[in-house]
């Protein structure tokens, strides 16, 4: 107590000073950032990439990504009725549904063409009826001719069925299933009942060098195993080489996820406060000037210096604030206290309001 009456309201003052000049250098800094990412942005809206952006920007056949486009809403809303033509009407009309009951944004949409290739050498075959007698111990089996006399004429030959299907399944069906009633015939259908596996990876720049994005979609087409275990038979491969089959990503300029916090403050933001104050001990009530430069829990609790005065009595001192945040923003009042020095060295215990200025 001894020690804080010592302090005069000149070097309190100068101290509250120092410390919110670096603040406000450093708010100055952060909004100077900002606008240069402003002007970035709307650099690349109108096709201006830097090397890192282009790099991200472009096909990669490995990451699956496509060639990426920022637009406007209304240029993605103008492609996105072309991409979604190609879906069936049900799927359209649920689309529609949901954007007019909830109001949902298209921020970004896709085209790309895969294939997906691959050999399944393991499988149980199954011809014609199991022979109840051993073959004679003449005969010499059939021909290449013989069987080509089958396939042009099969009404002389016996109905010979055939089957072939992998041991592999999914939901209790094969992966791959090829028959055939009459082998003869050439009539056959072939199932296929794969998984897919669909991994989806969002690219994009630093928050603080632009915007631009893009997406690597890796498929794969497999089967699930006894234990439980995906097993990848094939991945897709991207195609690309024609305008109407290359990959295509459009978007739109995302705000970075740091800078959708409701109004709340950073940690060293500062800002401007003023209203009305008591002095308790003093018995002395006046203006309150003043600012913040710490902030706790996004900016509910401010901490900083300010400045009590009227016509007879001035001091400063160290004060902390209560914002109360309705509706996704700080009311602009809050009850503050703190501790006040006169410039007649007493300690004294303050209490207010405050309004945010700046």
């Known amino acids: 107590m001894f020690l804080l009456e010592k302090i005069s309201i000149n070097a309190l003052i100068a101290g509250f000073l120092a410390v919110f000049s670096l603040s406000t250098a450093h708010q100055f800094w952060v909004t100077y950032k900002m606008s240069h990412l402003e002007e970035v942005v709307s650099e690349q809206l109108d096709g201006k ?3 890192t952006a282009r790099v991200i920007a472009s096909v990669n056949d490995r990451l699956k990504t496509a ?3 920022m637009v406007s809403p209304e240029d993605l809303e103008k492609v996105s009725r072309e991409m979604l033509q190609s879906l069936d009407r049900e799927t359209l009309t649920e689309i529609n549904r949901l954007r007019s009951e909830t109001g949902a944004q298209i921020t970004s949409i896709s085209q790309r063409f895969s294939r997906l290739q ?11 009826e199991e ?9 010499n089996g059939i021909s290449s001719q013989e069987v080509g006399w089958c396939v042009t004429s099969p009404a002389s030959c016996a109905v010979t ?15 791959a299933q090829f028959k055939s009633d009459n082998l003869w015939e050439r009539n056959f ?18 928050e603080d060098e632009g915007a631009v994005q893009n997406q690597g979609i890796h498929i794969q087409a497999g089967y699930f195993s006894e234990d439980g275990q995906f097993k990848v038979l094939a991945e897709d491969k991207l195609m690309k080489g024609d305008p109407n089959i290359d990959p295509k990503l459009f978007y739109v300029p995302k705000v970075s996820p740091s800078s959708l916090s409701n109004n709340k403050l950073s940690l060293f933001t500062p800002t401007f406060l003023a209203g009305v104050g008591y002095s308790v001990a003093q018995d002395q009530m006046g203006v309150v000037i003043g600012g913040s430069f710490l902030n706790l829990g996004g900016g509910k609790i401010r901490i900083g210096a300010d400045v009590l005065f009227n016509t007879s009595y001035l001091a400063g001192g160290v004060m902390a604030s209560y914002h109360y945040m309705l509706g996704g923003k700080y009311l602009n009042i809050a009850p503050m206290m703190g501790a006040l020095l006169g410039t007649d060295n007493q300690l004294t215990l303050q209490v207010g309001l405050l309004f945010q200025v700046w």
């Open 67 to 69: 060639e990426s486009r």
């Open 161 to 175: 069925p055939f089957t072939w299907l992998t041991p592999y399944k999914v939901d209790g069906f094969p992966v």
């Open 189 to 206: 259908t072939l199932t296929l009942n794969l998984a897919f596996k669909i991994i989806t990876i969002g690219w994009s720049e630093k």
């Open 49 to 51: 990439l830097s090397e």
């Open 118 to 128: 691959t050999e399944m050498k393991k499988g149980f075959a199954s011809i014609g």
């Open 131 to 139: 022979p109840t007698t051993p073959p004679p111990p003449a005969w």
